[in-house]
């Protein structure tokens, strides 16, 4: 291998000049290829140049050849072609990636652990200027009280053979799926991370014990400006991403991208990957860990004005009023939510905020079943986690799920446990979509979805974490989340931008939100009750255009004792018709407006237990 410049020059592969700091990474110039990379005051640093496939480098520069400003040096190779090679840095002796690499090579088939790592060789970067059709690519822009997200794995969506797609477990697997997606109502999909990160992890800890995982979710250090190349189908993972992107927009589906940035991540690096990833690939917005990113430069951003940011909090900047763009997840509405479902004693009064919450400056992020956690369905049977296929002893993984298996741990043949579940599973999917957020679905759980009681399936690149597509006897999931999907988007007052006051604010005669219990507008929020009836009014549609205020009123009978409801009197013209009830026959657990049957005691309403049940108001016929 060359050392010095002075030889490299002798071959005529490149003249080296001084290079500029900014951009950050390699860029092109005229005549030739721009590297900036930071490099800390006392370190060595050189470029490695690979010829394109080669593991061993052809020649190296030294970077004091360069510019150095502060602790970032650049240098800059005239006569370069690109083409035909790769590159890394060699720091204090050490080889390792640009962190500003755009594309890598060497790592594309996941999971694969390479013992000698990039400091032989293996992992090179790649470099990346062509040109991208994006032809006349426009993002969404979806306000965020009308967001239904769906949070996903790039692999794990359709991995398994049963998911019927050509290019399984990639970008393009997705693109697939697309229609799919549009059909079910979701119009915002997240990501986890589909950037570049270490396939394995090493585990050293007195508690779990120590040996390699794999580290399928993606979480820990990473190269945050490459696409990841084992969920490319072919040979460009960037070009695939971008693909993906412009299909969801043209069906009108936003992309989020969840960010993992450790400890230590230098807050510049973090706001130009940002930056990167909303103009390079035209992603609508971020799941970032709040803690290790200065979300005030963030947010004040003005390149980055219109995209959306999800964390576990924010401290809004002094004098924010931009339009509502930031949401917080939840966990809240989770426990609460799933404590309600399986009957536990002093929720009501926390269902009954979460359920209702609008913040006045951020949004929130609703959801019962998340990647870290058991699915819907494994909410509803097992009591306890079932993690040994982790090879951590089960010991690994969140002890308090706030689950209930119905009777029976696990799989069951058992008609009336089987029963039971799908009207649970029903009872959490209303919960989640008929309140006020962001409702987010995790992936599957419409289908019923299974990882067989692993509630922390990281390690798992397999079936268990796969989501698996032909589930018939969950067939009614689906196309009851559908419909369910279909029922928020097309009530306003289920999903308002601002916080519903529980007053008179239309002056229509009934207040926007209420609460109702065995008397109508007295809710009975003692400790020992599992029932409340809540009664939405929209009165802004009152008499404009013949259209009268939308009534909807949701009896919430999560006891297992029959309760009665008492409604409430709607205008003389109107009368309260059941539009979903969780409890009834599959054909009968929700019906369009126009179809659905007149509830023949206009005054009250007997709910079975562990049933939720919906009423429209209608104009008489």
């Known amino acids: 291998m060359r050392n010095d410049s002075r030889n490299v020059r002798d071959k005529q592969l490149f003249t080296v000049k001084e290079g500029s700091p900014l951009p950050i990474g390699v860029s092109r110039i005229d005549g030739g290829v721009n590297f900036s990379v930071d490099v800390p005051e006392g370190n060595t640093c050189r470029l490695l140049i690979y010829q394109k496939g080669q593991q061993t480098p052809c020649c190296a520069v030294s970077m004091k050849e360069g510019h150095r400003l502060g602790e970032v040096c650049a240098i800059a190779l005239t006569g370069f072609d690109f083409h035909d090679y790769e590159y890394n840095y060699e720091i204090n002796g050490k080889v390792c990636a640009d962190p500003y690499a755009k594309r890598l090579v060497g790592r594309e088939q996941f999971g694969k652990y390479m013992p000698d790592g990039p400091e032989k060789g293996n992992v090179r970067c790649s470099f990346i200027f062509d040109d991208y059709d994006w032809e006349a690519d426009a993002p969404p822009q979806i306000p965020l009280h009308e967001v239904i997200a769906y949070k996903l794995h790039v692999r794990g969506f359709t991995k398994h053979s049963s998911s019927k797609v050509k290019h399984k477990g990639t970008f393009l697997g997705m693109i697939e799926k697309i229609p799919y997606l549009s059909e079910l109502g979701v119009n915002q999909i997240e990501l986890m991370p589909a950037y570049e990160f270490d396939e394995i992890t090493t585990l050293d800890d007195s508690f779990l014990g120590t040996g390699r995982r794999m580290n399928y979710w993606g979480y820990g250090p990473g190269l945050f400006f490459a696409p990841k190349a084992s969920y490319a189908a072919g040979p460009d993972p960037a070009r695939e991403f971008k693909d ?105 009064r926390g269902f009954v905020y979460h359920i209702s919450e609008q913040p ?262």
């Open 244 to 348: 993906l992107v412009k299909a969801c927009h043209k069906a009108g589906i936003e992309v989020i991208m969840e960010f993992y940035f450790p400890a230590g991540t230098r807050g510049f690096m973090a706001l130009d990957c940002i930056r990167f990833w909303a103009m390079e690939y035209h992603v609508d917005g971020f799941h970032l860990n709040a803690e290790a990113v200065p979300m005030d430069a963030l947010i004040t951003d003005p390149i980055l004005s219109g995209l959306k940011y999800y964390a576990g909090s924010f401290d809004v900047p002094a004098g924010e009023k931009r339009k509502k763009r930031l949401a917080i997840y939840q966990e809240g509405f989770l426990q609460t939510a799933r404590r309600l479902l399986k009957s536990d004693e002093d929720q009501l």
């Open 360 to 621: 006045e400056q951020t949004g929130i992020i609703n959801y019962v079943a998340g990647h870290n956690g058991f699915t819907l369905l494994d909410l509803v049977s097992y009591d306890q986690k079932h993690n040994e296929a982790n090879g951590e002893d089960n010991r690994d993984g969140i002890n308090y799920n706030f689950s209930w298996n119905c009777g029976e741990e696990g799989p069951t043949r058992k008609k009336k446990i089987m029963a039971l579940r799908k009207r649970q599973m029903k009872n959490a999917l209303a919960m989640l979509y008929l309140s006020q957020g962001i409702p987010m679905l995790l992936a599957g759980d419409e289908m019923g979805n299974s990882q067989n009681g692993n509630n922390n399936a990281y390690c798992l690149d397999n079936e268990i974490s796969w989501i698996e597509w032909n589930r018939p006897a969950y067939q009614e999931i689906r196309e009851y989340t559908k419909k369910l999907i279909a029922i928020r988007r097309g009530h306003e007052i289920l999903h308002r931008p601002e916080k519903l006051r529980m007053m008179d604010v239309s002056g229509c005669g009934f207040p926007d939100l209420s609460f109702h219990g065995s008397k109508a507008w007295y809710a009975e929020m003692d400790n020992y009750n599992r029932h409340i009836g809540i009664m939405y009014c929209d009165g802004k549609k009152a008499e404009k255009g013949g259209i009268c205020c939308d009534f909807l009123y949701i009896a919430y009978n999560l006891h297992w004792v029959v309760h009665s409801f008492a409604l409430p009197n709607l205008p003389r013209d109107m009368e309260w018709c059941v539009l979903l009830d969780t409890g009834a026959e599959e054909s009968d657990n929700v019906i369009s407006a126009e179809k659905a049957k007149v509830l023949e005691d206009q005054r009250e309403l007997i709910v079975q237990g562990r049933t939720v049940v919906l009423l429209c108001g209608r104009k008489i016929m």
